[in-house]
């Protein structure tokens, strides 16, 4: 049987090329702008329109923040770091909107509207995975897509509290004003809202940018 004979060439050196992420000074977010969840089902989940921002908005700013996976190697020698930066699909970003003490959360028509794209998750299909559009004009001008991992009310250390709702009006008095950031009644349409008393987050994964 004949030998093999393999001929190796020596190649060019590879430039490694590494990427600064500036995200500069200017101020975040567009004064009054809201926040916006699309549904790709827009039949059946119309646009949301955030009724107030969230009080705290984690791994976000003027674009995603992400960091940089790093451990320590023990050589012969010393013991040596070994980093690897982040990219977008890694993110993980949460809104907050607190309840404490007089302060309520949303109302709980903003709250169901949530809790429907949570449990509606766009379907999955032969061609394409279709996502959540995130715009957080609140912070930036850019909208993501994303999938939403959690949805909580009062936390979530506790199974069975999962969603701390209470759909009850508040003790006083009545703001027919609508005001959702610091009421305590809410005229919607018509009708009284009842309002969220109990923190609630949003946790989503960033996908990636659409613009």
Same mark, same amino acid.
Not at 90 to 102: F, I, K, L, M
Not at 113 to 137: C, D, G, H, M, R
Not at 143 to 151: G, M
């Given at each position: 049987?004949?030998?093999?004979?393999?001929?190796?060439?020596?190649?060019? %050196?590879?430039?490694?090329?590494?990427?600064? *992420?500036?995200?500069?000074?200017?101020?975040? /977010?567009?004064?009054? #702008? &809201?926040? $916006?969840?699309?549904?790709?089902?827009?039949?059946?989940?119309?646009?949301?329109?955030?009724?107030?921002?969230?009080?705290?908005?984690?791994?976000?700013?003027?674009?995603?923040?992400?960091?940089?996976?790093?451990?320590?190697?023990?050589?012969?020698?010393?013991?040596?770091?070994?980093?690897? %930066?982040?990219?977008?699909?890694?993110?993980? *970003?949460?809104?907050?909107?607190?309840?404490? /003490?007089?302060?309520? #959360? &949303?109302? $709980?028509?903003?709250?169901?509207?949530?809790?429907?794209?949570?449990?509606?998750?766009?379907?999955?299909?032969?061609?394409?995975?279709?996502?959540?559009?995130?715009?957080?004009?609140?912070?930036?001008?850019?909208?993501?897509?994303?999938?939403?991992?959690?949805?909580?009310?009062?936390?979530?250390?506790?199974?069975?509290?999962?969603?701390?709702?209470?759909?009850?009006?508040?003790?006083? /008095?009545?703001?027919?004003?609508?005001? $959702?950031?610091?009421?305590?009644?809410?005229?919607?349409?018509?009708?009284?809202?009842?309002?969220?008393?109990?923190?609630?987050?949003?946790?989503?994964?960033?996908?990636?940018?659409?613009?």
């Amino acid at each position: 049987m004949a030998g093999l004979t393999y001929t190796i060439f020596a190649g060019g %050196a590879a430039a490694a090329t590494a990427a600064t *992420t500036i995200l500069g000074t200017a101020s975040a /977010g567009t004064a009054g #702008a &809201m926040g $916006t969840l699309v549904h790709p089902d827009s039949a059946n989940f119309p646009p949301i329109v955030y009724e107030s921002n969230p009080d705290r908005v984690l791994n976000l700013d003027n674009d995603v923040l992400f960091g940089r996976l790093a451990s320590t190697v023990l050589t012969l020698s010393d013991r040596k770091l070994v980093s690897q %930066a982040e990219t977008i699909v890694d993110v993980v *970003t949460t809104e907050v909107w607190t309840a404490s /003490g007089p302060k309520v #959360a &949303m109302t $709980t028509l903003f709250f169901r509207l949530l809790y429907e794209y949570y449990v509606n998750p766009p379907a999955f299909s032969a061609f394409a995975q279709e996502y959540i559009q995130w715009t957080p004009a609140y912070r930036n001008a850019k909208t993501y897509n994303v999938q939403i991992i959690d949805l909580t009310v009062g936390g979530s250390n506790d199974p069975l509290g999962r969603f701390d709702v209470s759909d009850e009006i508040p003790p006083g /008095g009545v703001n027919d004003g609508g005001d $959702t950031q610091h009421g305590v009644d809410v005229l919607t349409g018509g009708v009284r809202a009842g309002m969220v008393d109990r923190t609630v987050a949003l946790q989503m994964k960033i996908v990636g940018k659409v613009v």
